[in-house]
């Protein structure tokens, strides 16, 4: 966050606070003056006294009185806040991140709060040591004690708005916001601030680890809330933080010192580690890190914080693309692979489904941005996890992979990508695992995606291309094919009867493309079409 922005914020709760204060005190002002003003009166008896001599006509006595028990009223105040604040920062801090006591005492508003009642007490204390009526010689700082009761007036008036404040500074969401703005702000006053690079790594790369821990912590205690605010503050940091990577200095890629020994580090190789350095990426590997530490927690436990974990890579890759970062993309990609086998390890079908759309949606922009070599690349990592699927008897997963390359085989076209041959290629190699006849049945899916494809390009006027799907299927027997084409026919609906990410019924088609599944099973002989 820019310092003016967090100027403006201060300024903000500062403007608040002065507003409530005054009207604190302006309400106990006004009550003060109207019973003044009837006890002077009409119960006042000396009326050589003016009105407002009452404020500097002081004796000794008087001031003493008025002064003496001030101090410990005030180092009773500054106990309360220190010991209410001390408790729920330390809770705050148990169960979220520690990094909370450090933040809490950083603040500025915390620390001028806290000044300022040591200060108010110091000059209490000294003000009463002032006052003298011993040995014929009397002194009395009316001043010093007209300042003392305003110090204490205000003492008095801040508790209520600093304890707003603190249990607003301590809610989860800002302090997850604060994390993430500290962190950044490493970067980008590398040059201002007087502390080595070394110590700057370190400082962002606890950043990232804190924001990793209140999302574990919160998936533990089923906060979905917390958890959700965390996993989008390691994608801002990491967006924001590839918006400025191109002004760092080279040093600050170099992996030494503390992120050599970090343990997401540690278990990497050394020319692992050395590439790193060359690619410029190890923010973004430990990002991404707390991200598949964080989905491998939430996995068959909290669904849509595997979802956002994906949704948030997909950002980061996307925003690799805007900038051209090819390394921090092929990065993203890995992580989208780590994600899908840990979920088909896991079995959680439903995951796998919606993780696979970001993926897709990823792989598009890949396409959309020319960059053929990824996507043919996406395209065969789609085909793999498809096939592994299938083997581990998860035939669903393969249909989604199928249905997929099908849209990316159709976004291909549109963009006359160069990749579009090659994924079409892909989508027909899906299938070819099957080995007994059970697998085979189970692959209805995949012909359907497979023919859906076919009338697009029939529609298109790519008879060519619809051709070589039909040389792929026509072996396919005719009770499979012909129950096939009654099922897609049949389908009038574009959405789901279930409520899913997706939303779309995979095997609709609309009308226009309807009427290509007559040309394209005529193809067939009609003998086995019937």
């Known amino acids: 966050m820019a310092q003016s922005e967090k100027d403006a914020r201060f300024l903000g709760t500062l403007k608040t606070w002065v507003v409530s204060v005054a009207l604190l005190g302006s309400v106990a002002a006004v009550l003060y003056f109207t019973v003044y003003t009837l006890d002077f009166f009409i119960a006042g008896d000396d009326k050589s006294v003016t009105f407002f001599q009452i404020f500097h006509r002081v004796d000794p006595g008087d001031a003493a009185n008025i002064v003496g028990g001030m101090a410990e009223v005030l180092a009773a105040i500054l106990g309360i806040i220190i010991t209410v604040a001390s408790i729920i920062v330390q809770l705050a801090a148990t169960r979220y991140t520690p990094r909370i006591t450090t933040m809490f005492f950083r603040d500025r508003i915390n620390l001028g709060v806290i000044a300022y009642y040591i200060v108010a007490a110091v000059f209490c204390i000294w003000i009463t040591f002032s006052i003298r009526s011993a040995r014929g010689h009397e002194f009395v ?8 009761c305003f110090f204490m007036t205000i003492a008095l008036l801040l508790m209520a708005p600093y304890f707003t404040y603190v249990f607003h500074f301590l809610q989860p969401e800002n302090v997850v916001i604060r994390i993430r703005e500290m962190t950044i702000d490493r970067v980008a006053n590398l040059d201002e601030i007087e502390r080595s690079v070394a110590d700057q790594q370190e ?57 050599a020994s970090d343990p997401d580090f540690v278990a990497v190789t050394e020319d692992k580690r050395v590439e790193m350095s060359k690619e410029r990426t190890w923010f973004e590997y430990k990002v991404l890190r707390q991200y598949q530490m964080i989905y491998s927690e939430a996995l068959n436990r909290m669904r849509d914080i595997n979802y956002l974990v994906a949704i948030d890579t997909r950002y980061i890759g996307e925003a690799a693309l805007a900038v051209e970062d090819r390394e921090v993309l092929e990065l993203s990609i890995k992580f989208f692979n780590t994600y899908l086998r840990a979920t088909l390890n896991a079995r959680d079908i439903r995951t796998a489904y919606n993780i696979m759309n970001q993926y897709r949606i990823l792989a598009e922009e890949v396409i959309r941005a020319g960059r053929t070599d990824t996507a043919e690349e996406v395209g065969n990592y789609f085909k793999y996890y ?7 008897e998860l035939s669903f997963m393969t249909e989604c992979v199928a249905y997929d390359l099908c849209t990316l085989v159709e976004v291909a076209h549109q963009l006359e990508s160069p990749a579009m041959e090659k994924l079409l290629k892909i989508l027909l190699e899906v299938d070819k695992e099957a080995e007994a006849e059970v697998q085979e049945t189970s692959l209805r899916g995949v012909r359907k995606a497979q023919i859906k494809l076919a009338t697009y390009f029939l529609l298109a006027g790519e008879e060519g291309h619809a051709r070589e799907i039909y040389r792929d299927m026509q072996d396919e027997r005719a009770d499979r094919l012909r129950s096939i084409r009654s ?44």
């Open 141 to 148: 700082p009316v001043f010093g004690v007209l300042l003392n």
């Open 203 to 259: 400082a962002v790369l606890e950043g990232a680890e804190q924001l990793a821990d209140v999302a574990l912590n919160t998936i533990q205690n089923k906060d979905k809330i917390i958890a959700s605010r965390s996993v989008d503050a390691l994608r801002q940091l990491a967006v924001e933080y590839l918006g400025r990577k191109s002004d760092l200095p080279q040093a600050w890629f170099d992996i030494g010192g503390k992120i």
């Open 386 to 392: 498809g096939q592994l699927a299938f083997g581990m």
């Open 487 to 530: 099922e897609l026919l049949a389908i009038d609906s574009k959405d789901f009867w279930e409520i899913i990410d997706r939303g779309e019924n995979f095997d609709y088609l609309v009308p226009e493309r309807k009427e290509q599944l007559h040309v394209f099973f005529g193809w067939f002989p009609k003998e086995k079409m019937g």
